[in-house]
C-alpha cells in the first residue's frame, strides 16, 4: 500500500510539472505570434509603374497570417482598401493609383486586435512620372533657301567705266555735230560770203526804184510812137 501510495504521489507530480510546462509553452507560443502581428515593421508600401500606369502595392510578411485591412490615402481622401493574409514570404496586393511625381500617400493597417495605425513614414512617389513624354512631331527642317543664281538672274558683267579721254570725245562728239549740221540765218551767211556791211539793202532799193522808173519811161514812149505811126 505504501508503495503504490508513493507512485500515485509522483504520477501526481509529473502531471503538474507537464501540466506548467505546456501553459509555459502555449504562452510563449501566444506572446510570440501576437508581438509579430503586432510589428506594422511587417508591412511595407512602393510606388510603381505598370507601363504607363501608375501603381502602389502594399506587402504583409506575416507569419500568423492574421488578416489585415490595408488602405491607402492621398492627402486624407481614400484612394483604395484591400484586406491581405500575410505569409513569411510575404503576400503583395495592387492597388492601381495614376499617382503624380513626389506625391505623398498614407497607408493604414488594421488588423484586429494587434494593429491599428499607418505604416511608419508616408509613401512618398518618385520624381519621375509613368507616363513616358508624348514623342514630339520631328522638328520641321527649314525649307532650303534657294541660292541667288536660282531665285535672282544672273547680273551682267558690269562695263568697264570708260577712261577720260573717251569720255571726253563722247560728249564732244555731239556738240560738234551740233554746230555743222544747224542752219545759219541768211543774212548773216550772205553777209560773211561777200563782206559787205549793212548799206547793202538800201543800195539794192534804190537800183529798184531805178529799174522801175526806166521800164515807165520805156513803157511810156512805146506807147507814143505807136500812136504817132497811127496818125
Same mark, same amino acid.
Given at each position: 500500500?505504501?508503495?503504490?501510495?508513493?507512485?500515485?504521489?509522483?504520477?501526481?507530480?509529473?502531471?503538474?510539472?507537464?501540466?506548467?510546462?505546456?501553459?509555459?509553452?502555449?504562452?510563449?507560443?501566444?506572446?510570440?505570434?501576437?508581438?509579430?502581428?503586432?510589428?506594422?515593421?511587417?508591412?511595407?508600401?512602393?510606388?510603381?509603374?505598370?507601363?504607363?500606369?501608375? =501603381?502602389?502595392?502594399?506587402?504583409?510578411?506575416?507569419?500568423?497570417? $492574421?488578416?489585415?485591412?490595408?488602405?491607402?490615402?492621398?492627402?486624407?481622401k481614400q484612394v483604395g482598401q484591400q484586406v491581405v493574409k500575410g505569409t513569411r514570404?510575404?503576400?503583395?496586393?495592387?492597388?492601381?493609383?495614376?499617382?503624380?511625381?513626389?506625391?505623398?500617400?498614407?497607408?493604414?493597417?488594421?488588423?484586429?486586435?494587434?494593429?491599428?495605425?499607418? =505604416?511608419?513614414?508616408?509613401?512618398?512617389?518618385?520624381?519621375?512620372?509613368?507616363?513616358?513624354?508624348?514623342?514630339?512631331?520631328?522638328?520641321?527642317?527649314?525649307?532650303?533657301?534657294?541660292?541667288?543664281?536660282?531665285?535672282?538672274?544672273?547680273?551682267?558683267?558690269?562695263?568697264?567705266?570708260?577712261?577720260?579721254?573717251?569720255?571726253?570725245?563722247?560728249?564732244?562728239?555731239?556738240?560738234?555735230?551740233?554746230?555743222?549740221?544747224?542752219?545759219?540765218?541768211?543774212?548773216?551767211?550772205?553777209?560773211?560770203?561777200?563782206?559787205?556791211?549793212?548799206?547793202?539793202?538800201?543800195?539794192?532799193? $534804190?537800183?529798184?526804184?531805178?529799174?522801175? $522808173?526806166?521800164?515807165?519811161?520805156?513803157?511810156?514812149?512805146?506807147?507814143?510812137r505807136g500812136a504817132n505811126s497811127t496818125s
Open positions: 500500500m505504501a508503495v503504490l501510495s508513493v507512485s500515485r504521489r509522483t504520477v501526481a507530480r509529473s502531471v503538474r510539472a507537464l501540466g506548467v510546462v505546456s501553459a509555459s509553452a502555449a504562452l510563449a507560443i501566444g506572446v510570440a505570434g501576437n508581438a509579430a502581428a503586432c510589428n506594422i515593421s511587417e508591412f511595407s508600401a512602393e510606388a510603381k509603374c505598370d507601363g504607363d500606369k501608375g =501603381i502602389i502595392t502594399v506587402t504583409d510578411k506575416d507569419p500568423a497570417g $492574421v488578416p489585415a485591412t490595408i488602405t491607402v490615402f492621398l492627402q486624407d514570404e510575404g503576400t503583395t496586393i495592387t492597388f492601381e493609383e495614376d499617382w503624380k511625381p513626389n506625391a505623398e500617400y498614407r497607408i493604414h493597417v488594421e488588423a484586429k486586435p494587434y494593429v491599428n495605425e499607418d =505604416i511608419k513614414g508616408n509613401l512618398t512617389t518618385p520624381d519621375t512620372g509613368c507616363k513616358k513624354d508624348e514623342e514630339q512631331p520631328p522638328a520641321e527642317e527649314p525649307e532650303p533657301t534657294p541660292s541667288q543664281s536660282s531665285t535672282t538672274p544672273a547680273e551682267e558683267p558690269e562695263q568697264p567705266a570708260p577712261s577720260a579721254s573717251e569720255s571726253e570725245s563722247e560728249s564732244t562728239a555731239p556738240a560738234a555735230e551740233t554746230s555743222n549740221n544747224a542752219p545759219s540765218p541768211a543774212g548773216e551767211s550772205n553777209l560773211a560770203e561777200t563782206g559787205a556791211d549793212s548799206n547793202t539793202g538800201l543800195i539794192a532799193g $534804190v537800183a529798184a526804184a531805178l529799174v522801175a $522808173v526806166g521800164g515807165g519811161a520805156v513803157f511810156f514812149g512805146m506807147r507814143r
